[in-house]
């Protein structure tokens, strides 16, 4: 999808529909295999799979103990099936142009620079997470339980730091408050048709089944 704005809004509206009934939850999933080209849209495929284990795993045990486990793992799935997409589609830029469309060039400006410094952030974490796989490899260390904790704290303390020089860096070049910027879009017939049926199946999932029904037929 070339727009981001039609890809913020198509994501925003299933991930509501998904969190307001499994119904909108396989309706976002539906969707997400029509509209996208699935796996390989997704950044990280492997990492993927482990968090939908996670979850997996999580709704098991809410099933086992009588709450709505499968409910809970169709939901979580889409949201994370969305996100995995939205994130994988994004361009470097795109979301600081999508905040200055919308709330314009202080507070859109600002919004948007923090969002595109998280972004880079977690490409960078993705790239410190492959180096200490190597480095362990290379020295006989296999990852497991005990190692998670100590890489997750290394890769806190540095993006901790990394914010610090970014700022210290924006302060020396006399940032302040704001910016401008003219973004401009390419809005693609296709991206108008999955946009449109995105919100319709959101709309639907919010029905009862029953007029659901009636409206279909």
Same mark, same amino acid.
């Given at each position: 999808?070339?727009?981001?704005?039609?890809?913020?809004?198509?994501?925003?509206?299933?991930?509501?529909?998904?969190?307001?009934?499994?119904?909108?939850?396989?309706?976002?999933?539906?969707?997400?295999?029509?509209?996208?080209?699935?796996?390989?849209?997704?950044? *990280?495929?492997?990492?993927?799979?482990?968090?939908?284990?996670?979850?997996?795993?999580?709704?098991?045990?809410?099933?086992?103990?009588?709450?709505?486990?499968?409910?809970?793992?169709?939901?979580?799935?889409?949201?994370?099936?969305?996100?995995?997409?939205?994130?994988?589609?994004?361009?470097?830029?795109?979301?600081?142009?999508?905040?200055?469309?919308?709330?314009?060039?202080?507070?859109?400006?600002?919004?948007?620079?923090?969002?595109?410094?998280?972004?880079?952030?977690?490409?960078?974490?993705?790239?410190?997470?492959?180096?200490?796989?190597?480095?362990?490899?290379?020295?006989?260390? *296999?990852?497991?339980?005990?190692?998670?904790?100590?890489?997750?704290?290394?890769?806190?303390?540095?993006?901790?730091?990394?914010?610090?020089?970014?700022?210290?860096?924006?302060?020396?070049?006399?940032?302040?408050?704001?910016?401008?910027?003219?973004?401009?879009?390419?809005?693609?017939?296709?991206?108008?048709?999955?946009?449109?049926?995105?919100?319709?199946?959101?709309?639907?999932?919010?029905?009862?089944?029953?007029?659901?029904?009636?409206?279909?037929?």
């Amino acid at each position: 999808m070339q727009d981001p704005r039609l890809r913020l809004l198509v994501t925003v509206v299933l991930s509501v529909a998904a969190f307001a009934s499994t119904l909108g939850a396989v309706a976002a999933i539906v969707w997400w295999l029509l509209a996208t080209p699935r796996m390989k849209a997704l950044p *990280r495929p492997g990492m993927l799979l482990g968090l939908i284990a996670m979850i997996a795993v999580t709704a098991l045990v809410s099933e086992w103990g009588g709450g709505p486990g499968l409910s809970y793992l169709i939901r979580m799935v889409a949201v994370l099936l969305l996100a995995a997409w939205a994130y994988a589609d994004t361009k470097e830029g795109e979301v600081l142009a999508v905040a200055v469309w919308a709330l314009g060039n202080r507070i859109g400006f600002e919004i948007g620079l923090i969002a595109e410094m998280g972004l880079a952030g977690l490409a960078v974490i993705g790239r410190d997470v492959d180096q200490m796989r190597v480095a362990m490899a290379l020295k006989g260390i *296999r990852i497991g339980a005990r190692s998670i904790v100590p890489i997750a704290v290394l890769l806190i303390v540095t993006q901790i730091r990394r914010a610090e020089e970014m700022a210290g860096l924006l302060v020396v070049r006399g940032y302040t408050l704001g910016g401008r910027i003219c973004p401009t879009f390419e809005t693609d017939s296709r991206d108008v048709l999955a946009s449109l049926s995105a919100i319709i199946l959101g709309l639907l999932s919010c029905l009862p089944v029953r007029d659901v029904f009636i409206l279909l037929h």
